[in-house]
């Protein structure tokens, strides 16, 4: 007979900050793009694109750095 399995342990830890941020941005670049296919005109279309650009920019800068690793090599 298996043994009975440990219970799980709920991963409910804080999201950080810069979390919540990220997916807001992510969340306005998908309605930039969807700007771009909705609304019809080359300036809207390229305002749509480069602000989608600019928000994947500001996101991936707001993320910290990795941690170092501890591990000489």
Known sequence: ???????HESHSEPL???RKKQA????LVFVCIAVAFALP?????????LAACGLCAYAAKIQPPPPADDHPH
Do not use: K, R
């Not at 005109?41 to 694109?49: D, E, H, N, R, V």
């Open 1 to 7: 007979m298996a043994a009975p399995h440990e219970p």
């Open 24 to 27: 807001v941005v992510c969340l």
């Open 16 to 18: 950080p900050p810069y």
């Open 41 to 49: 005109g080359l300036y809207t279309s390229l305002g749509a694109i």
